[in-house]
């Protein structure tokens, strides 16, 4: 027999990968998120399959002021870097676009831009405002869009969780304490910026900490603006013997700012503890 026509093992796999078909491009999908008079806009993305899937809402941060969107790009282009990543591990995503935010520009100011308008005439007033906005408006549209995102047909809604990012984070940390059957929360970055500037803020996350009862992971870049929330909310669920985990990351980028947006810009770090992470927690 011509050995040299009996392909090996390693070859035939090779040929089966060469002919698997590539998989389908998760597409998104525009979605109206309702709260009272305001209609939010939101990318919804599915894995393939009929479900039930478990679920994803993420809390993005307070908004780009026009120089930032310029450097960074929208808010839209952030959804379309996530939502295809939760959707390949089996989980649908929502990405709500808050008010003044990226399609939802039309139903009020940003957070950010209201922020800044209030520091320029106030000065630290900034930071009441702040606290004013994730507790009541903020709170508001995040937990109509958990509402929408468990009423979905394909989704389980016992098993949903949060991911936020920066001022989106300490919303989903505040979110987590007020509603025990969440799955779990990934908090990147949360109030990176704010947490020096702001004692209240501070004080109030500390506090949501205290009644989180589902597992919560930090993470932060080293290059942050600062470590000092990812550290002491783990210090304080430590102290609690909740679960929880805390990730450091080594620096990524250049710039405090670029390390804050560690989330959009460094997927395939973050990538496999983050859903090892969930897939512990959630079916």
Known sequence: MNSRLIPTLAALAMIGLERAPAPAPVRSETVVVRNGTVALHGLLFRPPGGGP???ILLNHGSGRTPEELARFGPYEQNAETLGPVFARHG???????????????DQGKSSVDLMNAE?????????????????????????????????????????????????????????ASRDPTLRAAVVFSAAGYSWDR?????????????????????????????????????????????????????????????????????????????????????R
């Not at 709500?96 to 399609?103: A, D, E, T, Y």
């Not at 589902?214 to 430590?238: Q, R």
Request: proline fraction near 7%; hydrophobic fraction near 50%; charged fraction near 20%.
């Open 91 to 105: 989980y649908v995503f929502l990405y709500l676009f808050r008010r003044g935010v990226g399609p939802s520009a």
């Open 198 to 282: 702001s004692p209240d803020l501070r004080r109030r996350l500390i506090a949501a900490a205290d009644h989180v009862s589902m597992p919560v992971f930090f993470i932060h870049a080293e290059i942050d603006y600062s470590l000092a929330p990812g550290k002491s909310l783990d210090a304080e669920l430590t102290r609690l013997g909740k679960p929880h985990r805390l990730a450091i990351y080594p620096a990524a980028g250049e710039t405090p700012e670029q390390g804050h947006d560690f989330l959009y810009r460094h997927v395939p770090v973050w990538e496999p503890d983050v859903f090892a992470f969930l897939a512990r927690y959630m």
């Open 119 to 175: 520091q320029a005439a106030h000065g630290l007033v900034r930071n009441a405002l702040q606290l004013d906005l994730l507790e009541h408006r903020e709170m508001d549209d995040a937990e109509a869009a958990l509402a929408f995102l468990r009423a979905l047909p394909g989704v389980d809604a016992r098993e949903v969780a949060l991911v936020g990012h920066s001022f989106g984070g300490s919303l989903t940390l505040l979110m």
């Open 53 to 55: 899937f478990p679920a």
